[in-house]
């Protein structure tokens, strides 16, 4: 099993590394919403909104950032000409537990029901050494894409999900210093108002779940049971990251009705839903009512615009018919009220979402096309770097400070026009006082 696992440190060696005892890069054009006030105003221009900077690492950590001058060039510096610089990207939400099993486990439909199916029927496979190698090799993607901070929802139901669990505990290990990796348990928010509702949560927390996680259907027992994992988490310190209304019918109300039990039980811990589909299809006036609760109940949103755009308004198997919505959550409004708000991957190469590969870069630009987010372009790399970060709790990630983690992504394009046209050539990674180039691991490691 070993030899066909994609070692994280093995995998970095065939990259050209270049390290210096401290790294000055100069001529920097970063996103002016992830640098620190002073350096990101006055405010740039909306349809150019990044500051040139000289960024200076030393060790593990970003110095100092300033705006460049633009002369005195540093002969032992590193000159960007204003090649475009991220902080390394946090993804969200994920699920490396079913990636990559598309090849085995196809869904034929594309449908929600089917990609259910389908991997219910997978998990027989699902075996220690097929985990760690599926999910190490996804890890190395998101790796070389630039991404260094991961939450990944793991299927949880006992005595099966200790397996799973354990798998993911064994590569946070491995990846340690490289991708902080967080987990969450995923199964049927019913399950914890049952007799093993708290071995489910201790199974979790056991092997360094961040929080408990699940999902459910709009029900009458909803509330109740809402309470009782409210009253689960808060009895072991820790929040909630919820799979809510995936799907595109008005009366699926989960986000609603997660927002009142917060606001029921006074849970002061973090609360995040992820997909709030149904939301975008409801009448105005109820989901402006709805995010108006949400944001007194301090609920953190994540999209997940890939995977949803994938499954959702499938319209007929045997007739298809073009989509009439794109499966997005109400991503202005939700930003407008004030809600913190994340784009992630989801699924990658499974049957929930035959596509993808642990690319940020990619969910941030199609993320733009989708939402429309062009329209507020400075604030939305935040999506994808500091309020993503804030989201999962790791305040000092996805910013270009000094004390933050000296971590960031250079790509050749020289202005946002340039990146969201053309992302994907010629990526290097800056990790400490090392700057290298990107080399995704090619599919046929993944045997």
């Not at 270009?400 to 790509?411: M, N, R, S, Y």
Request: charged share 25%; with cysteine.
């Amino acid at each position: 099993m070993e030899s066909c696992r994609v070692a994280p440190a093995e995998h970095s060696l065939r990259s050209a590394d270049f390290t210096f005892g401290m790294l000055l890069l100069q001529r920097a054009r970063v996103p002016a919403d992830v640098l620190p006030d002073p350096i990101a105003s006055p405010a740039p221009d909306p349809l150019e909104p990044s500051v040139l900077c000289d960024i200076t690492i030393e060790g593990s950590k970003i110095s100092s950032v300033a705006r460049s001058t633009g002369s005195g060039r540093v002969s032992n510096a590193t000159d960007l000409a204003g090649a475009m610089v991220f902080p390394g990207f946090v993804d969200a939400h994920v699920h490396l537990d079913k990636a990559h099993t598309w090849n085995r486990a196809p869904n034929r439909s594309g449908t929600f029901p089917e990609a259910l199916e389908t991997l219910a029927r997978d998990k027989v496979n699902w075996t220690r050494e097929d985990l760690l190698r599926r999910a190490a090799f996804a890890l190395a993607c998101a790796w070389e894409h630039g991404t260094r901070v991961l939450r990944t929802h793991v299927d949880t139901w006992l005595p099966w999900g200790e397996v799973n669990h354990a798998a993911m505990h064994e590569l946070r290990g491995e990846w340690s210093g490289r991708i902080a990796l967080q987990t969450v348990p995923l199964t049927g928010i019913a399950n914890y108002s049952g007799p093993e509702g708290d071995a489910i949560a201790d199974l979790a927390m056991k092997y360094g779940a961040c929080a408990l996680g699940g999902w459910s259907p709009m029900t009458t027992e909803l509330p109740r049971q809402l309470d009782r994992l409210l009253a689960i988490a808060r009895d072991r310190g820790v929040g909630l990251d919820l799979h809510v209304d995936e799907n595109g019918r008005p009366g699926e109300e989960v986000l609603r009705t997660v927002a009142e039990a917060v606001l029921r039980n006074r849970f002061g811990n973090p609360v995040v839903c992820g997909h709030c589909c149904s939301l975008s299809v409801q009448p105005i006036e109820r989901q402006r009512s709805t995010i108006a609760l949400v944001r007194e109940a301090a609920i953190r949103v994540i999209s997940l615009p890939l995977c949803n755009l994938y499954l959702q308004d499938r319209r007929g198997q045997e007739f298809p018919r073009t989509p009439q919505w794109r499966g997005l959550t109400l991503i202005h409004d939700l930003l407008d009220a004030g809600v913190p708000l994340a784009c992630a991957s989801d699924n990658v190469r499974d049957a929930f979402h035959a596509y993808g590969d642990f690319d940020a870069a990619e969910v941030y630009i199609q993320s733009v096309r989708l939402a429309h987010l062009d329209s507020r372009l400075g604030a939305s790399v935040r999506v994808v770097t500091s309020a993503a970060a804030d989201i999962v709790g790791l305040p000092a990630s996805g910013r270009v400070a000094p004390g933050a983690p000296a971590q960031l992504v250079v790509f050749p394009s020289r202005s946002f026009s340039e990146f969201l046209s053309r992302p994907a050539p010629g990526r290097r990674l800056v990790d400490g006082e090392t700057i290298r180039e990107a080399r995704p691991p090619g599919f046929d490691e993944l045997k």
